[in-house]
């Protein structure tokens, strides 16, 4: 690794340590896109870029963005960013290392005199976490003219997201019609919120694809009986079926994860029916959550679901007639262009890296549909993330942000008008 980096450590441990500081009382860290404390940090965001010299506003969608003019007239935009809303009880970095470097870049560009052909946008989005509305990525999908309609009429508290935009500054009235083909490109620095960079001694993953997540949810239909009286040979326990479907599931996502590709699948929700312990259980709802960087896999998945839950239906003596894909979002492919001047990046400031996948969904999901996008991965100590205990030291988030700073170089001379 360089000694000599383009960026500052102390100003980005200041930014990361203040927003820090705005959580809610005896729970680190908590900032809940919507609510007050939420509004404080952007308040501290937006002073920051006004004082690197950035022209500040926030977008029908709720984003902020600082605009750093480039005079290349008409080139288009280079845009970095994440997120500074948290989970309940989450992390110090989980999408403010993200905002806190790009806005780093901006000043390290002013601290050496770069005059960018493109302009420069430094992007805070709005709700990349699960919002109280039930649903996430808000500005990313707003911002590109991919937010869903009907997600204006969700309700949280007694108001509508409709209603909400205005609490952050964003338009409801205009969100819909929102479009960005100025972008030249995008690219959004996270933790990796796994283990891999860390267990491999990297520096910085470059990431070469969000994984689509499927979620399926299955009902199993069985017999109430005693519990007591009933031979175990004469049961159609929802519950037992239910437990093998469990094993086979795990089983198979070992199997295709064996295979080139990111991918998992993981039985995070069950729920029994009439869950009582003296009464042979009747039903047992599922939920499996499944991610796959290559389409093919996750179709492969779903069929050999089907054909799995037909088999355990005839051994087990219950009846499985419900499997619903109840979510379905396609991979979203980095640009292989921008993924190389990454790997440039990282080589000119001494950074160790490898590619890999996103198991998480980002924002960059939604911006990749509409520009050439890309991610880079700083380490998370231990893989934890969504966790007080998240942690990534601030010379990594500094040697990502260095990446950051000189793959924007690069773009800049090399994408077309």
């Known amino acids: ?49 006004q004082t690197a010299g950035l022209e500040t506003r926030i977008d029908a969608a709720g984003n902020l963005i600082g605009l750093r003019k480039g005079q290349g007239g008409n080139k288009g935009v280079i845009m970095l960013g994440s997120h500074s809303d948290t989970v309940p009880e989450g992390g110090r970095f989980d999408g403010i290392a993200g905002v806190v470097t790009a806005l780093e870049v901006a000043r390290a560009l002013s601290d050496h ?4 052909d493109h302009d420069l946008e430094i992007v805070d989005f709005l709700a990349e976490e699960v919002s109280p509305f039930g649903v996430s990525c808000i500005g990313s999908r707003g911002m590109t003219g991919q937010l869903p ?17 205005g609490e952050v500054g964003g338009n409801a009235e205009t969100v819909l019609s929102q479009s960005r083909p100025d972008l030249a490109a995008f690219l959004e620095l996270h933790i990796e919120q796994g283990p891999v960079l860390e267990t491999e001694h990297k520096d910085i993953g470059i990431v070469t694809a969000i994984a689509g997540i499927s979620r399926f949810e299955i009902a199993i239909e069985g ?47 069950f729920r029994i029916e009439p869950n009582a312990a003296n009464v042979v259980p009747s039903l047992v709802r599922l939920l499996i959550d499944t991610r796959a960087e290559f389409r093919p896999d996750m179709e492969s998945f779903a069929q050999w679901l089907d054909e799995n839950c037909a088999k355990r239906a005839s051994s087990d003596g219950v009846v499985i007639e419900s499997i619903k894909r109840v979510s379905d979002n396609l991979p979203a492919p980095a640009n292989e262009n921008v993924l190389t001047h990454l790997e440039a990046a990282c080589e000119t400031v001494g950074a160790s890296h490898r590619r890999l996948a996103s198991g998480a969904g980002h924002d960059t999901a939604w ?17 934890r993330s969504h966790t007080p205990e998240e942690w990534t030291d601030n010379s990594e988030i500094t040697l990502g942000a260095a990446v950051l700073y000189e793959a924007v170089l690069s773009l800049d001379k090399s994408l077309p008008n």
């Open 223 to 269: 017999r109430a009986d005693h519990a007591g009286t009933t031979p175990m040979g004469q049961r159609a326990d929802a519950l037992v079926a239910a437990s093998k479907l469990v094993l086979d599931i795990n089983e198979k996502a070992f199997e295709l994860a064996a295979t080139p590709g990111h991918f998992t699948a993981t039985v995070g929700e």
């Open 1 to 49: 690794m360089s000694t000599n980096l383009p960026v500052q450590a102390k100003r980005i441990a200041e930014d990361i340590d203040a927003l820090a500081a705005i959580t809610e009382p005896g729970r680190p860290w908590t900032r809940r896109v919507f609510s007050p404390l939420y509004l404080e940090g952007r308040a501290y965001l937006e002073k920051r870029m």
């Open 113 to 116: 005199g770069v005059e960018l």
């Open 367 to 383: 911006l990749s549909k509409v520009a050439p996008a890309a991610m880079i991965f700083v380490p998370s100590k231990g893989g």
């Open 149 to 165: 309609k009907e997600w204006l009429d969700r309700v949280s508290d007694g108001r509508t997201l409709h209603a909400a935009f």
